[in-house]
């Protein structure tokens, strides 16, 4: 594991955690960037060690780029977005360095993480500079208007009211004009040529139905997009309970679905 900071304005700097297999070898390898959750207003990038990124380094071999993206509760929407398009615009500028293939750079994270990962291949879409090759959000968070999972949820870990002061605080800059689908996914209404994906979610997840109807919308516009769902998962089950007999499984699943995308996905350069 490596730190390294990239110039993302003429005034400021972000932090990126880079963690490569052990054997990194000369041959290179998936990229994948990696967004931690935290409601848009905490976390940091070390978090990928408790969430399904370290998996994709020590069992499948993966280069994973974790950036320190700005938090809504200083900085709220479009910071997060904007630092997190330049780290993978930083991946596709230093990729030989960084031993990834310039044709199959991915995207992933849990919660907000999940969201940014929605948000940034939207928004890597509609700038046409860098192209992803697959995306990976997990139960992410991606609607700022209720849905009838998210509506009165009192699961553990995350449940209405957090999920209303975190979006709250991520658009509070939008003050009453409609909010764009790069600040909440969910808004999208062209979902064509977006990366095809793969996610899970838990049906005891605020997140449950925004992420059934993510699929749903990539699936109506032609994309290849698939979702586990699990039974008396609450919220990033698989990171507050990761011995469990489920959660394994769920973190299994999650290896061979990604396995089979390293193997089928890239991109024209």
């Known amino acids: 594991m490596e730190y390294r900071k990239i110039a993302v304005s ?7 955690m880079i963690i490569r297999p052990e054997a990194n070898g000369s041959q290179p390898r998936t990229g994948v960037l990696w967004l931690h959750g935290g409601g848009y207003l905490t976390g940091f990038p070390e978090m990928a060690y408790m969430s ?3 998996d994709l380094v020590t069992k499948c071999g993966a280069v994973v780029v974790s950036p320190a993206y700005r938090l809504s509760i200083l ?5 997060a977005l904007k630092d997190c398009y330049a780290a993978l615009r930083y991946m596709k500028a230093h990729g030989e360095e960084l031993g990834i293939r310039p044709n199959q750079i991915m995207v992933g994270g849990e919660s907000a993480g999940g ?5 940034l291949c939207m928004y890597a879409k509609d ?3 860098v192209k992803i090759a697959f995306q990976m959000p997990l139960y992410p968070m991606l609607d ?5 999972s998210s509506r009165d949820n009192h699961a553990k870990v995350w449940n209405t009211r957090k999920n209303h002061i975190g979006w709250r605080l991520y ?3 939008l003050k009453g004009r409609k909010v764009p689908a790069y600040a909440s996914p969910a808004r999208r209404r062209d979902y064509s040529g977006l990366p095809p994906a793969y996610t899970f979610v838990g049906d005891l997840e605020p997140f449950y139905r925004e992420t059934l109807d993510y699929v749903e919308n990539l699936r109506k516009a032609g994309v290849e997009a698939e979702v586990d769902l699990y039974p008396g998962f609450y919220h990033a089950y698989d990171m507050m309970e990761p011995d469990t007999p489920a959660a394994q499984a769920a973190a299994a699943r999650f290896v061979e679905k990604f396995k089979e995308a390293a193997q089928k996905y890239f991109v024209e350069e």
Request: contains cysteine; glycine residues 4%.
């Open 75 to 79: 900085h709220p929407y479009p910071a």
């Open 144 to 148: 700022c208007e209720d849905t009838d």
């Open 115 to 119: 969201g940014l990962a929605a948000a």
């Open 127 to 129: 700038k046409k500079e």
């Open 52 to 54: 399904r990124a370290i």
């Open 10 to 16: 003429p005034k400021r700097a972000m932090r990126l």
């Open 171 to 173: 658009l509070r800059r």
